[in-house]
C-alpha cells in the first residue's frame, strides 16, 4: 500500500523545537521530490517546504515564514522525510502533512497528517 | 509570489447539478495547476493536476481547464461524496502557493 505516515507532532512551547518524521512505504521514495504542507486550524493550505532527491543535491526550497527556522532533510535509507522546527511561534501551529511531490504532477500521496501546538 | 484567487468562497448546490469553480493566479503559471479536495479532518486529495489531467481513480465527473492565468474546475454532476473544500494550488515557481479554497455545500 502507498502511503506516508508523520509523527512527531505535539505541544511545544514558543522558542521551542520540534522534529516531525514521515516515513513512506509502497513506493521508491528516493526517486521522488517530498514537501511539507501546512493548515492552521480552520484555515487553508499553506505550503511549507521542499526537500529534492540526491540526484539534485537534496537542495530545499522554503516558504519565507518559516525560511531560516525550519530545516528539510530526508535519509532515503529509511524511506523518512523530516522537518527540523526551531523558534517556534504561535502562528505554526496547524496540522503538518508531509506529501509526495512528482515532477509534473501535483502532490499526490499525503500523509495523515500530525497537529503542532505552540503555546504557553 | 503568485496570488491564487478562488471564486466563490462558498457554494450552495444540489445533487446532480453542474459545479464549477474558478480560480485566477496574479501571474501566469502556463498548465502547472492542480486541483484538491479535502472533507474535514482528512488530508487533501488530489484531483487534477497539469491544469487538465486526471489524476488515477478519480471519477470523471471532475475536469479541469485553463492556462496562464485563469483555470476552472468543473463537477458534471455533483454527487453526495463531492461536499467538500476544494483548493487550487500552481506549480510553477516557488513559494508554492494555494488559492484560499472554495467550500462546496448542499443546497
Known amino acids: 500500500e502507498v502511503q506516508l505516515v508523520e509523527s512527531g507532532g505535539g505541544l511545544v512551547q514558543p522558542g521551542g523545537s520540534l522534529r516531525l518524521s514521515c516515513e513512506a512505504s509502497?513506493?521508491?521514495?528516493?526517486?521522488?521530490?517530498m514537501d511539507w504542507v501546512r493548515q492552521a486550524p480552520g484555515k487553508g493550505l499553506e505550503w511549507v517546504g521542499r526537500?529534492?532527491?540526491?540526484?539534485?543535491?537534496?537542495?530545499?526550497e522554503y516558504a519565507a515564514s518559516v525560511k531560516d527556522r525550519f530545516s528539510i532533510s530526508r535519509d532515503d535509507s529509511k524511506n523518512s522525510l523530516y522537518l527540523q522546527m526551531n523558534s517556534l511561534k504561535t502562528e505554526d501551529t496547524a496540522v503538518y502533512y508531509c506529501a509526495r511531490a512528482p515532477v509534473g504532477s501535483g502532490f499526490n500521496i499525503w500523509g495523515q497528517g500530525t497537529m503542532v501546538t505552540v503555546s504557553s | 509570489d503568485i496570488q491564487m484567487t478562488q471564486s466563490p468562497s462558498t457554494l450552495s448546490a444540489s445533487v446532480g447539478d453542474r459545479v464549477t469553480i474558478t480560480c485566477r493566479a496574479s501571474?501566469?503559471?502556463?498548465?502547472?495547476l492542480a486541483w484538491y479536495q479535502q472533507k474535514p479532518g482528512k488530508a487533501p486529495n488530489l484531483l487534477i493536476y497539469?491544469?487538465?489531467s486526471l489524476e488515477s481513480g478519480v471519477p470523471s465527473r471532475f475536469s479541469g481547464s485553463g492556462f496562464g492565468t485563469e483555470f476552472t474546475l468543473t463537477i458534471s454532476s455533483l454527487q453526495p461524496d463531492d461536499f467538500a473544500t476544494y483548493y487550487c494550488?500552481?506549480?510553477?515557481?516557488?513559494?508554492?502557493?494555494f488559492g484560499q479554497g472554495t467550500r462546496v455545500e448542499i443546497k
Open positions: 501571474q501566469s503559471v502556463s498548465v502547472w
Open positions: 526537500v529534492r532527491t540526491k540526484a539534485d543535491s537534496y537542495s530545499t
Open positions: 494550488q500552481q506549480s510553477n515557481s516557488f513559494p508554492r502557493t
Open positions: 509502497g513506493f521508491t521514495f528516493s526517486d521522488d521530490y
Open positions: 497539469k491544469a487538465s
